[in-house]
């Protein structure tokens, strides 16, 4: 059965949350603060952490930037009142996999959840390139003129979509869609912040430049000049 880490200091919140995902047959543990976070975690037992970034004793952010620190491979959904761009990106960079801003439904937390746990059990092994371009799916790691790039979980899932459909312009609400797997992702400046970070990573010391913007239509990664 899926096991999932609640990290939430919220009582009230944790209780609705556990009750309602036993309800939807997972196994659930809950951890009050980031300490507990990291011992439950350092187990291995887990298919999923919900984490909150707001938490006693170590707060979420420094939670999951330890975790990644360690090869943690499990996927990180974050909980957060910071509905900031900021706030959000530094998440994402630090390694989580998706959010959702509290408050929040029931409905779209499962969403959420089966989402993140899709994504983490499709199994690829195919290599993507593009002129001197280059990613490995399967160990996630990606070069451009034989340099490896260092990329977020997030970039990398941005990136990999535009290689998919390399040569088509890519518009915000196609890449969201993809990206996070349902009708409820998260808002375009999200979107804009983690392509501007691609375009500094893969463009600013290379040549060509590969990815482009479309006004008004959206992204498009191709080595033909706009």
């Not at 009142?81 to 801003?101: E, F, M, N, P, S």
């Not at 392509?195 to 080595?223: C, I, M, N, W």
Request: charged content about 30%.
């Amino acid at each position: 059965m899926t096991r999932i880490l609640i990290v939430e200091d919220e009582e009230r919140l944790a209780r609705s949350l556990t009750i309602g995902l036993r309800d939807e047959q997972f196994v659930v543990d809950h951890a009050r603060d980031g300490e507990e976070a990291l011992w439950f975690a350092s187990a291995n037992h887990h298919d999923l952490i919900l984490l909150d970034l707001r938490l006693p004793k170590i707060d979420g952010l420094e939670v999951c930037r330890r975790l990644r620190a360690e090869g943690a491979p499990v996927p990180i959904l974050m909980l957060t009142a910071c509905d900031t761009t900021d706030d959000i990106v530094k998440g994402l960079d630090l390694g989580a996999d998706d959010y959702l801003t509290k408050p929040f439904e029931f409905n779209e937390l499962l969403a959420r959840i089966r989402s993140v746990l899709r994504r983490g059990s499709t199994g690829q092994t195919a290599r993507l390139k593009l002129a001197d371009l280059e990613m490995d799916v399967k160990t996630r790691r990606v070069w451009r003129a034989e340099q490896e790039v260092e990329l977020s979980n997030m970039e990398f899932r941005v990136l990999e979509h535009l290689l998919q459909n390399a040569g088509s312009v890519q518009s915000k609400s196609r890449i969201a869609a993809a990206i996070w797997d349902d009708d409820i992702g998260p808002d375009s400046n999200v979107l804009e912040v983690l392509v501007s970070h691609l375009r500094r990573k893969l463009d600013r010391e290379f040549d060509p430049p590969l990815l482009h913007t479309r006004r008004g239509a959206g992204y498009l990664l191709s080595d033909m000049s706009p």
